[in-house]
């Protein structure tokens, strides 16, 4: 196997884990994507596009379209907060479509509003649900157009919110898997070495932040091969 090839599967494998493939089943969990349970009990790749209804129902409050002119502004940034929850936990393609469409038309309503953070998590949050629906929902097309679908969210959420390190570990994450791919080994340790930097600044100063962007980060990092001087 070529390097090329091998650093794709070791890509995809490792965000594969950090999405749930690889991990036990557990059919009584309540708002976890229920998996199709192969190989006893091991979810397999393909089986993990099929979710099945939950079994204990959803305790988020989706929003109602209807009502979003006719909310106030902190209210529609609630909504689409919960409404987030609700589709990706629930796993199933339709209500992470429905949230897509409810979390774009918060933006658009909210546009102008003077909360940065909560606008610039809306952007980031749209582009969790499409990476959720590309690797677990088989909708490809986020991942071959990752550019205008992912990284252009995480792009303007960094524009709004400068320095807003959940979406700036995303963004690390893609150049550097992007780098993998193309087999630039070189350019993907340097993204990587930036990015770890940055992320080493928040242990003091946010520990909370800090364990969540390195585990962002370290589910595509561990797939490096070793640096044997050979």
Avoid at 12 to 36: D, H, I, K, W, Y
Avoid at 97 to 109: D, G, K, P, R, T
Avoid at 159 to 169: D, L, R, S
Avoid at 206 to 215: E, I, Q, R, S, V
Wanted: charged letters at 20%.
């Amino acid at each position: 196997m070529n390097l090329k090839i091998m650093s794709i599967n070791i890509l995809f494998t490792s965000v594969a884990l950090l999405s749930g493939c690889g991990l036990p089943c557990n059919e009584n969990l309540p708002l976890v994507p229920r998996l199709q349970c192969e190989n006893f009990g091991i979810p397999s790749i393909s089986s993990a596009m099929n979710f099945s209804e939950p079994r204990i129902e959803s305790r988020y409050e989706v929003c109602n379209v209807k009502q979003l002119t006719l909310n106030t502004e902190e209210e529609r940034f609630d909504c689409a907060e919960e409404t987030f929850w609700h589709g990706f936990s629930d796993g199933r393609l339709s209500a992470r479509q429905s949230a897509v469409e409810i979390l774009s038309n918060v933006i658009n309503l909210n546009a102008d509003s003077d909360n940065l953070e909560n606008l610039a998590r809306l952007y980031n949050l749209r582009s969790d649900l499409r990476m959720a629906m590309a690797l677990e929902n088989g909708q490809n097309q986020y991942i071959i157009f990752a550019d205008r679908f992912i990284r252009d969210d995480l792009r303007k959420a960094l524009e709004i919110n400068p320095g807003y390190e959940p979406a700036q570990a995303f963004l690390d994450t893609m150049d550097v898997a992007l780098a993998i791919i193309s087999n630039n080994w070189s350019k993907a340790i340097s993204f990587a070495e930036a990015s770890l930097d940055r992320i080493e600044l928040l242990a003091d100063s946010d520990p909370h932040l800090f364990t969540g962007a390195t585990f962002s980060v370290s589910g595509t990092y561990q797939g490096f091969p070793l640096a044997t001087g050979i």
